[in-house]
């Protein structure tokens, strides 16, 4: 005790019982990292993923190019982060197997309606359709990401043929509707086409087993 003054409390032994990072850092770091993946969606969907850069997504962001490079590493690593991808098919995919085509269809489709032609993966596809090398293989990792996801919840034979075609699938409905947006699938509601998909991709994730033995 000091003279004339209150005990002072015991200092905590040094790495414990105290939190050295200020909250408001902790806080601000977030909001940067939020505030460059929105502008890293702008300039994707404005411009493609080719001319797509650091010092372009960082001043729309108000930060310095090292604060995005300290974030992200490298260009691939902050579009990768940027693009929604298979992070959220774990919640899609639980559940009962029957009920699983309609979730599949469902959440993709309300996903694209809710973004449309604004949705990053939107511009990475167009990207990788005319061969951008990097968007082509950031693309490809995204695909075999979800693929693994499928791949772990469906039964029977073929997997890999039958992950491979759902994937296809919805590649075909988000360049028809999402990039083209032409023809009746570009004006038809999204409940209809909640509907097709799910009958499109329910032999799929659900094959009979009388398909590969024929019926008698």
Known sequence: MADG?????????????????????????????????????????????????????????????????RHFGSKEGLLSAAIPGPRDLDVVLAGDSAGLPERIARAFVERMEMAGSLDPM?????????????????????????????????????????VDLLGAVLLGVTFSRYVVRAGPLATMSSQTVIQHLTGLLRPIVQPRSSSRTGEH
């Open 5 to 69: 003054g209150a005990p002072s409390e015991p200092e905590p032994a040094p790495g414990q019982g105290r939190d050295t990072t200020p909250p408001r850092r902790r806080r601000d770091r977030a909001a940067s990292q939020e505030a460059i993946l929105e502008a890293a969606r702008a300039e994707l969907h404005e411009h493609g993923y080719s001319k797509t850069t650091i010092r372009a997504v960082a001043a729309r962001a108000g930060v310095t190019h090292g604060l995005v490079m």
């Open 122 to 162: 939107v511009a990475l596809i167009r990207s990788a359709a005319v061969n951008e090398p990097t968007a082509t293989r950031l693309y490809t990792s995204m695909q075999e990401q979800s693929a693994a996801a499928y791949r772990a919840v469906l039964a029977g034979p073929d997997i890999d043929e039958r």
